[in-house]
C-alpha cells in the first residue's frame, strides 16, 4: 500500500481524470483496475513470493536460459526512467511543504497561487535543488534498509493523509463550485472517450498500482508463505482507488470554484489545492499537514522504485545495499535533471512510461504467469485459505486472457496499427 499510493493518486490521477472529462473516464479507470490490475498483482506477488527473487533473478529462475530474463531488465529501466521525473514531482511537494511552512498562500488570490506553481515551474534551480534532497531522502532509506521503520511511520501516515482527504471533500463540497465539480465527477462524458482515453486509463492503473515493472514482484518477495496474496491485492487496490477518487472530490469541486481549468494539466494540484487552504481557517496547518502527508506518501513509493534496481544489483551483483542505493540514486538523479529544466521532457518521460514500458511490462509479466508457468507451478502459490476453486479459475481466466488481450488492443492502437 505504500507503493502504491502516492503522487499517483493525488497529483497525476486528478489532472488526467480533469484532461479526460471526469466520470466516463473514472469509470473506464476503474475497469481496468479489475480487469488488468487486480490479475497482473496476484501475479506479480505470486512470481516475487514463489521465488523470493528480484525481477531478473525471479524470471532466470523460473525459466533459466530463457529470453524472459528480459522482462525483469525491462522493469530495472522503467524504475530508472519512472523514478527520474517521480522524484522531481516530489520535489515539487517538498517546495510546497517549505512554502506552506512560511505561511506563502494566507491571503493570496487565484491568480497569484498559480503564480506561486508557474514561478517555480520556470525555475530550474529550484526545482534540481529539490529534486536532490528527494532523492537524497529516497537513497538514505534504502541503502540503510530501515524500510521497517518506514513501515510502521506508514502506517499512521497513510490513514491520516486518508483522512485529510475525506476532510477536505467535505469542504470542498460546499464551496460554491461543488455543483458543477459533482456533474463533472458523475456524469460521463462518453464523447471524450476513444482509444487514447483508455491507453491513458490503463496506463494510470498500472502507474497508481506500481505495476507493470517488478514492484510487487519484489515486495511479493519478501512475503511470507502465510499472508494472502489475493485478499491484500483486493485490498490495495480498493484502497488505492479509494485515495484516487477521493482526491478527484477534493480537487475539481475546488477547481470549478476558483474557475480553473479542470486539464490545466500537471500543475492542477499545486494550482487548485492552496487558494483553499488559503481560505481555510487553520489553513495554515491544513496546507503543512497535508503536504507533509503527501511527501510521505510519495517517499514510500520512491523508494519502492529505487528498491527494485538497487535489490538486482544487490541479489545479482553482489553489491553492498549502501552501494547500489547511492550509484543508482545518483544515476537517477542526473536522468532526473532534464525533467527539472523543463516540464515538457517531463512529459516525455511520463509519456514513454505510462504509454509504453508499463504495458510492455505488464503484458510480458502477464503472458509469462498465464502461458509459460504451468497451471501446477500458478495455482502451487495458492493456499486454500487463501482462495476458493471458482476464484482460482476466475483469476486464471483473467490472468490468461482478459488481461492480455486488453493490453496487446491497447498496445496496438498506440503504435498506430489500427
Ligand atoms: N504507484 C506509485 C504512485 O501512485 C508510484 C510507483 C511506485 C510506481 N512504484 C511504481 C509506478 C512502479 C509504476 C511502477 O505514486
Redesign the pocket.
Known sequence: MG???????V??YPYITGQYGGAAFILLYIGCVLAVGVPLMIAEFLIGRKTQLNPVGAFRKLRPGSPWVVTGWLGIV??FT?LSY?AVVGGWVLHYVYLSLINSFAGKSTEQVTDIFISMNVNPDLQIFWLAIFMFVTIVIVSKGVSGGLEAGNKIMMPLLFALLIVLSIYALQTSGAASGLEFLLRPQWQKIGPTAVLEALGQA????????G?MITYGSYLSRRSNLVSSTFFIAAG?TLVAVLAGFVVFPLAFSFGLEPGAGPGLIFRTLPIAFAQLPGGYWVALGFFILLSF??IT??I??LE?ASAYFIDEQGWSRSRAGWTLGSAIFLLGIPSAIGEQFLGVMDAL?TNYL?PIGALLIAVFTGWALTHNERIDEFSANDVTAVRLAVWSFLIRFVTPVALILIFLHQVRLF
Open positions: 507503493s502504491a499510493v502516492g503522487l499517483g493518486n497529483w497525476r522503467s524504475a519512472i517521480y498500472l502507474f497508481s498500482l506500481s505495476l507493470g515493472m514492484t488505492d506518501a510519495a513509493s520512491s519502492s522504485l527494485v512510461s508499463l
